[in-house]
């Protein structure tokens, strides 16, 4: 093991039920340190399930086994809070009773004096081109600028890996391309394992990781192989067939 598999996220022969019926195929997928994997698929398929049980939110209407290691922890049993998981979703989530700064800071862990959770604010408003923006009511935002204080907001509770369900599905192409850029940038940069879902084509090309394809017999697209050469146990990883010259009748 070398020094980045001890932050990788590690999904383990993962199997969702629902009434008696495997959502997709057994899951197995390594995410490494900054990179990015895209989760594609029908809708209805598990995606957002798959990203629930991830973070150990699972409804109890499904029925879920397999493993979930991250930074060498086993998370699975463990609650929410515990798993250090950041996740963004369609719906940008700032609190609208909250100012923008009480919003960042309501991402903060317990135990930082009040003088560093002020600067920590600052600093990631700062980052996140919002300087002086911190006393507004974030409903008074532009949409980029609320998706970026959300980021911020994941970002400052310290998440070991992020999870992101279609987060820029709601924002028009070009705000789309620079959000998702200021979002991967983030990612790379605190070297997080990331997991992707999205419907569009150029989020995946933008990641710049590999791909999958949730259904009943999940394939790895094209790209780089990287998540599926990485886990050995995964039968999707084995070697094509060298492909035999055909043979004249
Ligand atoms: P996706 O995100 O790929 O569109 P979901 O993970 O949301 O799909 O849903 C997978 C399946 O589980 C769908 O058939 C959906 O109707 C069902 N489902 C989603 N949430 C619940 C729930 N809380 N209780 C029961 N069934 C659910
Ligand atoms: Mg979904």
Not at 31 to 53: A, F, I
């Amino acid at each position: 093991m070398n020094v980045n598999d001890s932050r990788m996220l590690v999904l383990k022969d993962i199997r969702i039920r629902l009434q008696d019926r495997l959502l997709f195929a057994p899951l197995n997928l390594t995410v490494h340190p900054g990179e990015v994997v895209t989760v594609m698929g029908p809708s209805g398929c598990g995606k957002s399930t798959l990203l629930n049980y991830i973070c150990g939110i699972l409804p109890p209407a499904f029925e879920a086994r397999g493993s979930v290691r991250l930074g060498g922890r086993e998370l699975t049993g463990l609650p929410l809070e515990q798993r250090r998981i950041g996740i963004l979703f369609q719906d940008i989530l700032l609190f609208p009773h909250l100012s923008v700064a009480e919003n960042l800071a309501f991402g903060l862990r317990a135990g930082h004096s009040r003088q560093t959770r002020r600067f920590r604010v600052e600093t990631a408003l700062q980052d996140a081109g919002l300087e002086g923006l911190g006393g507004r009511d974030p409903a008074t935002l532009s949409a980029g600028q609320q998706a970026r204080a959300a980021l911020m907001r994941t970002l400052l509770a310290e998440p070991e890996a992020l999870l992101l369900d279609e987060p820029f599905s709601k924002l028009d192409t070009e705000l789309r391309a620079r959000i998702r850029t200021f979002v991967f940038e983030h990612a790379r940069q605190r070297r997080l394992p990331t997991l992707l879902v999205t419907h569009d084509p150029a989020d995946a090309t933008d990641a710049a990781g590999p791909a999958i394809v949730l259904d009943r017999a999940p394939a790895l697209s094209d790209g780089n192989p990287t998540a599926a050469a990485a886990d050995p146990e995964n039968p999707k990883t084995a070697p094509p067939p060298v492909p035999t010259a055909p043979r004249r009748p």
